[in-house]
């Protein structure tokens, strides 16, 4: 066996106890929050090892940032998994049910997945994050995060297993892995039989690699290649305002938008508004050639501009005849993320929901919106962008599973 | 473009008609239903080239009998399309919704995958059971079957096509792949961007294949070593009834059981009962050393047998010393299909239905009973023994997607 093979097994000796765990999934959240607060130095002390190791090797501020831990991330990360803790338990609910003619009592109930796999990046609260919404929704947990965070890990996953052996479960509901080599990253996507899920969190490379590569189930998260339509009937004030806080209130996270599409018959007076607007926070627009005889600052958009997630202030801007052209850019560019299309017109409004095909469609509303938190969801693992399984935000209640229970008194076929 | 992207192009192109597509699905299966009947004897002669082919390699009886249409099976066809028209279209219900505090209006509703791969073996009725349930379920389907079936499977399919053109759908919602060989199956596992969903119907072979190589989301059907136990507390009689319908109704499908085990302290009363009723089919008996000094007839169990879907009369035997070692012993050798237990007693019965991670979990009942049609769930495209998306049988319900819909005026975050 190799090392993370029997990780794997310990996992689901771990995963068959936490099925039944009930009450102790909670206590195990509420005595991790705990520690984080108590441990605050060592964590500190930690990050530090990290911080330094990155410094040495260069690395740029943007990322440095991301690697940080601070007293008020740290209180974050312990209010986020009491956040956790505070939601209904999402194993047990009864979906359907029904008795059959022959007196067959049918169940449909939710179950834990069994045990669920995380690679990650460079932030170290996704230690805490995930290994909060795996344990309360049952299943046990191998997180493999990057090399830059691998102190600030151990120590907030070796939180995590005391938390849980306090509580009465095993410690290794929640594993880390040590090697953060490549090799230990392809290992994971090829845990069949161990992995019941394996979920990426990270950059577009990372999803890919592990989409590409893995044999175990996945689920494909956060590129958002995200669209505003501005419709001929549209509110161009309400346009504007839409497009500014889509692009502009936090440009790196994948709910932002990347390109604007807006219908010929009202670009003449929406787009000066719309860049007089965004000008204000001085993002770079690129536009079609329509779109730039009214634009005299931007620059030309280029084929790849369309398929750019840019996590920055830049917006793609092009000049589309009809809604039916808006739907089909958005069909042949999107990452499936969201879309918005702001009109005053129903049958615009009820067509662009009907046809766009992405995980969350807006009418006249901010994509930013796609989180757990703003749709009643709770904290999310990851933003699904297939269509397996789950779609949008992945809360507690997107990362069960289900199964029949069926009683019978001797039914026969 | 190979020919096979080229088909993932003209299967998305239909796919965006079929979103919307609202009653001409059911129009065009109650075409292809009359197709069906009314091109009978096409089908058979298209068949006759099947069987000719298939013959002259010296194809064993079992396959051959899978690979022939008869008069009454492409009634069955027929039938089963038409079954699939009368349910109620699962695409564009309202599975929740709220209102947010800042006025947003959120629903969650249900979409068609988008495209559906399958890749099948022998049986010609698969062409026609699965793409009449990928239709109804507003999903574009590309269809690979065996070889041995080509000549079966075009004629299918051309009648299928022809159906959703007299229905104003694409023909191209119906493909089916020419090329047969091992190469078009590899490339259809690795079409990210064409297929939404890939599921692999036919042997374990066959399914490994599909689930360790696909780049695509697969959902893994179908291995089915399932388990009766009978409990300390169980009725011999209803025990022996249940495992004589599990094994012997029909051996050669997944949800007949393999294995079962019987509580040490009723083993001496209720394993020659059991045998006696087995004996009436020939079942033989392979069985551990304290069962077999209870059973003369039994052959000795080797470690394989606990392993191994037999789809046959076989049916391994285990003696074990409490329910404990009864769910150990399922946990380590299921493939995660339907399990049961035969008792009297409720905790026993509460803590098998907890404990056991299987799609379906029998207290006194047939394994046989996971099935579309038996759990109300309608035709299935598949049992599901992998936890991510859909778990047991899969039906219309089970074969679509869901997106958010949102709709506010203005809202920003």
Redesign the interface.
Known sequence: MTELQKMGAAAKAAA?VL??AGEKKRAALLEAAKALRGEQTALLRANEEDLAAARATGMKDAMLDRLTLTPARIEAMAQGVEDVAAQRDPVGRVLSG?T?PNG?K?EKIT?P??VIGIIFEARPNVTSDAAALCLMAGSAVILRGGKEAIHSNTAIAELLRGACERAGLPRDCVQLVRDTSRASSVEMMGM?GYL??LIPRGGAGLIRTV???A?V???ETGVGNCHVYVDESA?ID?AA??I???KT?RPSVCNAIETILVHGKIAEKALPVIAARLAEKHVELRADERARALLPNAVPAEEADWETEFLDYILAVRVVDSLDDAIDHI?RYSSGHSECIVTRDLRA?EAF???V??????????T???DGG???LGAEIGIST????A??PMGLNEIV?????????????
Do not use: C
């Open positions: 068959a099925r039944t029904e059959r067959l049918i179950v997945m069994g069949t019941d899920l989409v590409e590569n044999k189930p996945v689920i509110d309400m305002e839409i500014f806080n889509a209130s069909a409004a929901t009907a046809r095909d992405s995980a969350a469609v807006y009418v006249n509303a901010s930013r919106f796609t703003e749709l009643g297939q269509k397996l399984h779609r949008g599973s289900y199964k029949y229970v069926i009683r019978g008194d001797g039914q026969i076929r």
